[in-house]
């Protein structure tokens, strides 16, 4: 993917090679480390965010990002994980979808989510139903999407599939422009995707580049080596890391900077 800095983002959604990812900010402190903590990201060269209000760290992070938010690049991206169906619900809501949109909205203060990471959960044992309702739920999941993005409220809307079956069946439903996936040197599962997202024109955000931690203890991999295995992928536009210091911060300034911006018309 040729990277390209040109790209405006009424055109294009334009994310960091690294996306920083909030579920752990509480590990640098309160509200004002770690809005330190944004500060340093958006300085080296971090221009996207990942949360989700379902992590502990959402109410912090909405602290911490008005302390920080002046500081933050004009251009500065939200990644937003917005489930429907949820755990012991069997249909996808569009009103459910549109009001957690919403509420992130106005959490934030913002006109605008860049990505959507959409979760079809229902019961994750029984594979057969989630396809199932992936299929009977597709054209009102494409019907909402152009909606949305008419309306300016989002950029694109991602799957995060759970399993390779509805993985496929995601990137035959439009509306959805790509796949949130595991992308590490510990977890296959899913490999199989990046390519098919690759040949289908449609992108991959990539979660947990350090295998939950397992990198680390299981290989001699380092951190860095496991940023390049996710961002060699070629459908791979960012990859979504989580730190907690200035520190482990700065071990990501080798793929950062103007020049390494990765867009999708």
């Known amino acids: 993917m040729t990277p390209d800095s040109s790209a405006q983002r009424s055109g294009a959604v334009r994310l960091s090679p690294i996306t920083l990812g909030t579920m752990r900010l509480n590990n ?3 509200a004002e480390a770690a809005a330190g903590i944004l500060s340093h990201a958006f300085g080296i060269g971090i221009s996207s965010l990942h949360c989700s209000a379902e992590y502990e760290t959402f109410g912090l992070l909405t602290e911490a990002w008005r302390i920080a938010r002046a500081s933050a690049p004009a251009d500065i991206a939200f990644i937003a994980k917005v489930a429907s169906p949820h755990f012991g619900e069997d249909r996808f ?3 459910a979808t549109r009001a957690k949109i919403d509420s992130y909205l106005m959490a934030l203060g913002l006109e605008h989510l860049d ?3 959409w979760l079809l959960r229902h019961d994750l044992k029984q594979e057969q139903t989630r396809i199932r309702i992936m299929a009977e739920s597709a054209e009102e999941v494409a019907a909402l999407a152009e909606d949305l993005k008419r309306e300016g409220k989002i950029g694109m809307l991602v799957s995060f599939p759970y399993t390779p079956a509805v993985a ?3 990137l035959e439903t439009a509306g959805i422009d790509g796949l949130a996936l595991y992308v590490n040197p510990l977890e296959h599962e ?5 390519s098919g997202a690759e040949a289908a024109g449609k992108m991959v ?3 947990r580049p350090f295998a939950a931690g397992r990198t680390f203890s299981e290989t001699n991999q380092s951190a860095g080596d496991a940023i390049a295995y996710a961002l060699a992928q070629p459908a791979v536009v960012t990859t ?3 730190a907690s210091s ?3 911060l700065d071990a990501f300034r080798p793929w950062l900077g103007e020049a390494g911006f990765r867009d999708r018309n």
Do not use: F, K, N, P
């Open 93 to 95: 809501s569009a009103a």
């Open 205 to 207: 955000i990539a979660l």
């Open 168 to 170: 496929a069946a995601a």
């Open 240 to 242: 979504v890391a989580s």
């Open 115 to 117: 990505v959507v990471q």
């Open 28 to 30: 640098a402190g309160g």
């Open 246 to 248: 200035r520190a482990h």
């Open 190 to 194: 899913m490999d199989a995707l990046l």
